[in-house]
């Protein structure tokens, strides 16, 4: 499509994975909706015909700026800049006659009628060896700008970072306030958080965030009927360096919320799923609190679950008390001594009621259950 971009960021640059409204046409930068290759939504409206919040606007400008900051930094860097791979180009204005724009596609479903989306997110990237990208060639054999691959950090469009933990409630805010001038002085109790100091909550923590291949994602059950291409990606937290047991890997950065809300809430289906959903952690008492990092969080969000695990998350308190900072916060710690490049694993956090807590005995006996 030759239709100009008008996205929420106030950035006209077409950066060759965008999405129409479907409802007044308007190009949109997919990356501004948090939309990724291959999961594109089946209905889709602008921020003009549904507005979004502030907080949403920022974060586009903030995107579209790195992204323009890391583009210019390569075009004056003296080398070709590679093009996204499965992304096709807009004609350029001003080049010779034959140099077309490619028309935007029109796919039809059942009862929503026709959408217009770019061709670029019609088609699943495509995979090479070494995950490098190839450069396009022209027609007219005149050297061509071309788009560089700058998507190279997927995972920093799954949600908002956030440096401070978001505690809506003041009643959560107090009693963790309360609860930490209640835990100082006792820090020889086993059940009391960590002590660190102030500085070591600000510095970069040594963890890398690498995506999960397609084939440890995918249900076993659905991997001859779905195409892996319309999962959304799934990401994990590695060491960088190693590191010494009992010692704070990253800071955990949520939205603070009493776990009784959480459990109450029937969209989380905590009773169907027995446990929290991704991105989501429960604290019983004394603190009873749920750290939500769906939509807010930083990078130890992505620490996973699993049956070995070798960190847990842990209160942290600051061995400096600031009436100006939250008192109470949290981390992900190592439980032994971790190597580097080794992924960072969390205990599953199954309710005590769930029937997961019998499959030892299960399998220690398995004639013994119906």
Request: aromatic share 6%.
């Amino acid at each position: 499509s030759t239709e100009a971009v008008d996205c929420i960021c106030g950035f006209a640059v077409d950066d060759g994975f965008s999405i129409a409204c479907d409802v007044c046409s308007k190009w949109c930068h997919s990356a501004c909706f948090g939309i990724a290759q291959g999961a594109v939504p089946e209905k889709f409206l602008c921020w003009a015909c549904k507005p979004r919040p502030p907080a949403e606007k920022e974060r586009a400008v903030r995107l579209q700026r790195d992204k323009l900051k890391l583009a210019d930094a390569a075009s004056t860097g003296g080398g070709r800049r590679k093009s996204s791979p499965g992304l096709e180009r807009r004609g350029r204005r001003g080049t010779t006659a034959g140099a077309t724009a490619p028309a935007a596609i029109e796919t039809t479903t059942s009862g929503t009628g026709k959408k217009k989306r770019r061709p670029s997110i019609m088609q699943p990237p495509p995979t090479t060896p070494n995950n490098t990208c190839t450069p396009t060639t022209t027609t007219n054999g005149n050297a061509e700008d071309e788009h560089i691959d700058i998507d190279n950090e997927p995972w920093k469009e799954s949600y908002v970072h956030i440096a401070e933990d978001i505690i809506p409630s003041d009643d959560t805010r107090s009693k963790l306030r309360q609860q930490a001038a209640n835990w100082r002085g006792i820090t020889a109790l086993g059940s009391t958080p960590a002590v660190v100091p102030s500085t070591t909550l600000t510095l970069t923590p040594p963890i890398s965030i690498k995506p999960i291949p397609l084939q440890t994602t995918l249900n076993p059950f659905l991997s001859h009927n779905l195409n892996p291409h319309v999962l959304p990606p799934s990401f994990a937290l590695h060491t960088t360096q190693p590191i010494p047991s009992q010692t704070l890997i990253t800071p955990f950065r949520s939205c603070v919320t009493p776990s009784s809300a959480y459990l109450s809430d029937p969209l989380n289906a905590y009773a169907h799923l027995g446990m929290p959903k991704p991105y989501v952690h429960l604290l019983g008492p004394p603190l009873d609190v749920a750290l939500d990092a769906r939509l807010v969080g930083n990078q130890g969000r992505f620490v996973r679950w699993g049956c070995r695990p070798n960190a847990a998350l842990r209160p942290v308190m600051c061995d400096k008390p600031s009436d100006d900072e939250n008192s109470l916060g949290f981390g992900v710690f190592a439980l032994r001594d971790l190597k580097a490049n080794e992924e960072i694993v969390l205990g599953w956090e199954w309710d005590d009621g769930n029937a997961v807590h019998n499959l030892p005995a299960l399998l220690q006996a398995p004639y013994t259950f119906p």
